[in-house]
C-alpha cells in the first residue's frame, strides 16, 4: 500500500491478477446502464453487482479507515452504496467531480479499479487517460494536484469529496475501471 497526501490521503493497493480477471469477466456480463446517474461524458455505464465485490476490496476500505483514521471505524461495518464499471473509449472522458452524499450522514469514500488499459494510454501521451486528483487549493505550500497514469491491478481509495477527473484519450481501446462509494458510521 502507498499513500499519497494531497490534503486528503489517497491509499493506493494493488490487485492480484486472479481477482483482476474475475472482475472483468463480471464486468462482462454487467449491463444495466447507470450512465444517467453519473457526471461521466462515457457511454457505456453499468451497475456491478455489489454481491460480487471480493473480500480483499472491501478489506482494503477497512484498511483505509484503519491507517487514515486510527481505527475509528463503528463496529468494523461498511455499506457499499453503489458500484459501477465505466468503459471508456476514445473521446470520452469524465469531468471534474466528486461522489459525497451531503445528506448522508457518515463518513464516506469512493474508489476506482483498473482493470484494462489500451496501450495508447502511457507516459508519452500525458495526460491522455490519466485521473487526476485535486484537492482545489491554491496553497503554493501544498501539493494541489496528483497524476496517474492507469496500470491494470491499481486500487485508489479517497475520501469522496476529493475531486478527480479522468482525461480522454485517443485511439483505439477501453479503458475500464470500477468505481465503488462506500460510506460507514464512525466514532468521534
Same mark, same amino acid.
Given at each position: 500500500?502507498?499513500?499519497?497526501?494531497? $490534503?486528503?490521503?489517497?491509499?493506493?493497493?494493488?490487485?492480484?491478477?486472479?481477482i483482476?480477471?474475475?472482475?472483468?469477466?463480471?464486468s462482462?456480463?454487467?449491463?444495466?446502464?447507470?450512465?444517467h446517474?453519473?457526471a $461521466?461524458?462515457?457511454?457505456?455505464?453499468?451497475e456491478?453487482?455489489?454481491?460480487?465485490?471480493?473480500s480483499?476490496?472491501?478489506?482494503n476500505?477497512k484498511n483505509?479507515?484503519d491507517?487514515?483514521?486510527?481505527?475509528?471505524?463503528?463496529?468494523?461495518?461498511?455499506?457499499?452504496?453503489?458500484?459501477?464499471?465505466n468503459?471508456?473509449?476514445e473521446?470520452?472522458?469524465?469531468?471534474?467531480?466528486?461522489? =459525497?452524499?451531503p445528506?448522508? /450522514?457518515?463518513?464516506q469514500?469512493?474508489?476506482?479499479?483498473?482493470?484494462?488499459?489500451?496501450?495508447?494510454?502511457?507516459?508519452?501521451?500525458?495526460?491522455?487517460?490519466?485521473? /487526476?486528483?485535486?484537492?482545489g487549493?491554491?496553497?503554493?505550500m501544498?501539493k494541489? =494536484?496528483?497524476?496517474v497514469l492507469?496500470?491494470? $491491478? =491499481?486500487?485508489?481509495?479517497?475520501?469522496?469529496?476529493?475531486?478527480?477527473?479522468?482525461?480522454?484519450?485517443? $485511439?483505439?481501446?477501453?479503458?475500464?475501471?470500477?468505481?465503488?462509494?462506500?460510506?460507514?458510521?464512525?466514532?468521534?
Amino acid at each position: 500500500m502507498e499513500q499519497i497526501k494531497l $490534503g486528503s490521503i489517497i491509499e493506493k493497493y494493488k490487485l492480484s491478477d486472479d481477482i483482476i480477471t474475475d472482475m472483468l469477466h463480471i464486468s462482462d456480463n454487467c449491463n444495466k446502464s447507470v450512465t444517467h446517474m453519473l457526471a $461521466g461524458r462515457i457511454e457505456k455505464e453499468v451497475e456491478f453487482p455489489i454481491d460480487s465485490l471480493h473480500s480483499e476490496v472491501l478489506d482494503n476500505f477497512k484498511n483505509y479507515f484503519d491507517e487514515v483514521f486510527k481505527s475509528r471505524l463503528q463496529n468494523g461495518t461498511l455499506t457499499v452504496n453503489a458500484a459501477w464499471v465505466n468503459f471508456q473509449i476514445e473521446n470520452e472522458y469524465n469531468p471534474l467531480h466528486r461522489h =459525497d452524499n451531503p445528506y448522508h /450522514q457518515s463518513f464516506q469514500l469512493t474508489s476506482v479499479i483498473f482493470l484494462e488499459v489500451p496501450n495508447i494510454i502511457n507516459n508519452n501521451k500525458f495526460p491522455d487517460g490519466y485521473l /487526476q486528483f485535486s484537492n482545489g487549493n491554491s496553497n503554493t505550500m501544498e501539493k494541489n =494536484d496528483h497524476y496517474v497514469l492507469p496500470e491494470v $491491478g =491499481d486500487f485508489y481509495i479517497f475520501p469522496s469529496t476529493l475531486n478527480h477527473i479522468v482525461y480522454p484519450f485517443n $485511439g483505439e481501446g477501453i479503458r475500464k475501471s470500477i468505481s465503488i462509494n462506500v460510506s460507514s458510521e464512525y466514532d468521534n
